[in-house]
């Protein structure tokens, strides 16, 4: 079986559609979605994601299934009920609502490097969901609610979660594409590799419109792994000569104030 995660394009959080760029991006990916021969498609319920797919479902003669548990990864962390030191992870991206009196809540990665170093609870497989930032979240509950929904997909597909391995109930060749978010992807990522989401959310990008292309691999009869063959792959946009977009990138050097800091 092979999964195509596919981010959407570049994204206007606003409107939750795309902006012209983002808009170049998916036709670009839709004149090379055949190359993939895909045989089903999902999509998540938000609309940079729905507008993404609709270019590559037109190619395909296609209708997408949409899955409410496909959106981006909803986790929020609440400043409120934080205390100052672990608010110190999002310095620059805290918003006080002087109206309500009380701190906006906000995603929960994009880290500071300077709070998880002192913080490494945070990559660790198991401690990450007893760490100080995520009690002040509602990140594992959101997270466990997500894996469920994807250990119920996988088992429509035949492949059965047994710890950390699949048992393989029903093999299959299909080539699945999911049109949904970075955030999201990374959740999918760690769960495969065993690791704290944090790994992924922290330490990747993945471009709009890049591919991660994960496999199963069944080397032994019933026992079968997904293998991550890339990740943020950007070939269509390279072969339409359609430069990639800076979003989910933070800036290469402080001094470069026109990036994202």
């Given amino acids: 079986m092979r ?20 808009k170049s991006e998916a036709i670009a990916l839709a004149k090379h979605i055949k190359e993939f021969e895909i045989d089903e498609v999902y999509v998540s319920p938000l609309g940079r994601a729905k507008e993404t797919a609709e270019y590559s479902l037109k190619e395909l003669g296609m209708e997408a299934t949409t899955c409410e548990w496909l959106k981006e990864f909803p986790a929020l962390f609440d400043p409120n009920i934080a ?4 608010r110190k992870a999002f310095p620059n991206e805290l918003h006080f609502n002087e109206e309500k009196g009380r701190y906006d809540k906000r995603i929960v990665w994009d880290i500071m490097p300077s709070y998880y170093m002192n913080h490494p609870e945070l990559f660790d497989a198991k401690k990450w969901r007893e760490s100080d930032l995520v009690k002040a979240s509602d990140a594992v509950e959101v997270y466990d609610d997500i894996i469920k929904n994807f250990d ?5 597909y035949g492949y059965e979660r047994d710890g950390s391995i699949y048992k393989v109930t029903e093999s299959n060749d299909k080539t699945v594409a999911i049109f949904c978010h970075f955030g999201i992807t990374s959740i999918f990522l760690s769960y495969f590799m065993g690791i704290s989401p944090y790994v992924p959310m922290q330490f990747l990008a993945m471009a709009p ?3 991660t292309e994960v496999v ?13 063959l890339r990740a943020g792959d950007i070939t269509h946009l390279t072969m339409e000569n359609e ?17 994202r800091h």
């Fill in 3 to 22: 999964l195509l995660f596919i981010r959407h394009g570049d994204p206007n959080y606003e409107i939750d559609g795309l902006t012209e760029k983002g």
């Fill in 83 to 86: 205390d100052e030191e672990t």
């Fill in 152 to 156: 119920e997909f996988l088992a429509g």
């Fill in 209 to 211: 419109t890049s591919i």
């Fill in 216 to 228: 199963t691999e069944e080397r032994e009869k019933g026992i079968a792994i997904f293998r991550t």
């Fill in 243 to 259: 430069p990639r977009s800076f979003s989910a990138r933070f800036c290469e050097r402080f001094e470069n104030m026109d990036e």
